[in-house]
């Protein structure tokens, strides 16, 4: 069973940066694509970035050069870089690690709450 561990999440004042790390099972980082999604309350999951294995990116439009997402494949970590936070960027961040090239599905971590207030 896969397991993904998010931190970094808190409570920063708009124009803020943080920093969100997910560590994942060494077996399915290796083999998925990574992404940030994020849930505001009363709204659907949405994604934020992803990176392949080999280091491509996607942006959401809403945080394209605010965001950075990136993957440290000898830690098994994906990170993701938040700068210039806004209060709409309020939500729980969740990790994703998509091994379905392989058969093997779509795995979760448990979330970190991202607030962005004065």
Known sequence: QAQLVE???GLVQPGGSLRLSCVASRGIFSISAMGWYRQAPGKQRELVARISTGGTTNYAESVKGR?????DNVKNTMYLQMNSLK???TAVYYCNADASDYGLGSYWGQGTQVTVSS
Request: charged share 25%; hydrophobic share 20%.
């Open 7 to 9: 931190s970094g999440g």
């Open 67 to 71: 965001f950075t997402i990136s993957r």
């Open 87 to 89: 209060p709409e960027d």
